[in-house]
């Protein structure tokens, strides 16, 4: 398969085309969505990582998806910890959006967002992308004011013109920046764009892959969770 049937591919994939993926237009109600309910308030505080596929672990089993990995990590460590991966596959910064009131009810501890990749691959304005993750974060310190926020960092591909992607990589350290939150630079970083480490697609990332994903998150996650 050439680079460019992998482009083709994992950009349908990413849009949610692919039969299969959820759609971003609705909100998505618990008894749909059973990776996205949170755990009861007993089983300890909770780290929620609202994400796209890549966060879901599309093509994967759900345990090789990055979350799992982290909560393994959390288990050897004896943090009490538990995670909740609510990804969906082809979601944009809109749908996320839609879904983060339901995803506050339990308060989580920390919340991860990684979002927007749809949005670059769909050429949407960088500006709405960064209104809407102001927007989550905005629910977030008003409904849950006791959960920190992680935001993760994502780059869209150079099609779209060396204009967009500068406006578009902004996005994240701007956001982050204004608001205070720890920023995982680029979650991908060290995964993207290296065949070994992604599916067929090219875009999505492998058990491997997904190992590397963890590393990156924990590097900024590990100090909020681990005992000083």
């Known amino acids: 398969m050439t680079r460019s049937v992998h482009f083709l591919v994992g950009t349908l994939l990413f849009a949610g085309v692919t039969t299969g993926c959820k759609r971003d237009a609705t909100p ?6 059973h990776a996205t309910v949170p755990p009861p308030a007993e089983s300890g505080p ?32 004896h943090l009490r910890y538990q995670v909740v991966n609510a990804g969906v596959s082809g979601e944009t910064s809109a749908g996320a ?4 009131d339901w995803l506050l009810r339990q308060k989580p501890a920390i919340l991860v967002i990684e979002t927007g990749a749809n949005d670059g691959l769909r050429g949407q304005d960088p500006g709405s992308t960064k209104a809407n993750i102001q927007h989550i974060i905005d629910r977030v310190r008003d409904q849950s004011p006791g959960t920190r926020i992680v ?34 630079p ?43």
């Open 28 to 33: 998505v109600p618990p008894a749909d969505q």
């Open 97 to 100: 959006l839609q879904r983060i």
């Open 186 to 228: 680029f979650i991908l970083e060290g995964v993207g764009g290296v065949d070994s480490l992604n599916q067929a697609d090219g875009i999505h990332p492998t058990p491997a892959g997904q190992r590397i994903v963890a590393e990156n998150v924990w590097q900024v996650l590990g100090p909020l969770v681990t005992p000083r």
């Open 46 to 77: 909770s780290i929620v990582f609202l994400g796209t596929s890549i966060t879901a672990g599309l093509g994967l089993d759900p345990s090789q998806a990055y979350p799992a990995v982290i909560q393994r990590r959390l288990d050897s460590l």
């Open 151 to 184: 935001l993760a960092g994502m780059r869209t591909l150079p099609n779209m013109g060396g204009r967009y992607l500068g406006e578009f990589v902004k996005i994240y350290p701007d956001l982050a920046r204004a608001n205070r939150v720890p920023l995982i």
